[in-house]
């Protein structure tokens, strides 16, 4: 199963491709970030990730989507670009008509790194180790879209999964205790839980 991983931003969006082959076991495919100038009219701005979202459907056929959820943040200017190319990247899986899956910030840093607080050194280092890569992937935009993709290639994954998630009900919150989790896992419900209490984290960009 292929997934696009989508880091949203109106300055840098992240993608990245990866593939799962069962358990936990995941290879890189394809990773790049979309960068648009500041100085360049918003529409014009989101057409350029747009129809970079496109190509990357058409060229990897992914079988899912997975895009990070988008909070209210204090810096207003900055969430309302990312709010934007995060309905961009929705809208595009849609008319691919492809399952799509929202992940928070802390929810994805927590399963790769067992850390819902990572910092992005720790999730470039972490997303390096786990596709074997020789150097960690740059800029962070990049990482954090390959990290979603891992996140959510080891949630389980398939339709039903990514459909529910798209909703967010209290049935997507993943198990924060019982036999046969891993302190990873503990950590990653943990972390899911504080964000949807919290609603909201520091400034992305």
């Not at 989507?65 to 988008?70: D, H, I, L, P, S």
């Not at 399963?111 to 997303?127: F, I, L, P, S, Y």
């Not at 896992?185 to 943990?190: D, G, K, N, T």
Request: charged share 20%; hydrophobic share 50%.
């Amino acid at each position: 199963m292929r997934i696009l991983g989508v880091d949203p931003g109106l300055t840098r969006c992240g993608l990245g491709v990866v593939e799962a082959a069962g358990g936990r076991k995941v290879r890189l495919v394809a990773v790049d970030v979309v960068r648009t100038p500041a100085e360049q009219a918003p529409h014009l701005r989101l057409l350029t990730v747009a129809e970079a979202l496109d190509a990357w459907l058409r060229e990897h056929r992914p079988d899912v989507v997975a895009v990070e959820r988008v909070f209210a943040q204090a810096n207003v200017r900055s969430v309302t670009g990312t709010s934007q190319v995060a309905g961009v990247a929705m809208l595009a899986a849609a008319r691919a008509h492809l399952p799509l899956a929202l992940h928070t910030p802390s929810e994805v840093k927590a399963a790769v790194t067992g850390n819902g607080r990572a910092d992005k050194v720790q999730v470039q280092e972490m997303v390096m180790r786990i596709l074997g890569l020789a150097a960690r992937p740059k800029p962070a935009d990049a990482a954090d879209a390959l990290a979603l993709a891992i996140c959510h290639a080891w949630r389980g994954g398939g339709v039903g999964s990514a459909v529910r998630a798209s909703y967010g009900g209290a049935d997507t919150l993943p198990r924060a205790a019982g036999a046969g989790l891993t302190p990873a896992q503990r950590a990653w419900a943990e972390a899911e839980r504080a964000a949807r209490r919290a609603g909201a984290v520091a400034p992305k960009r």
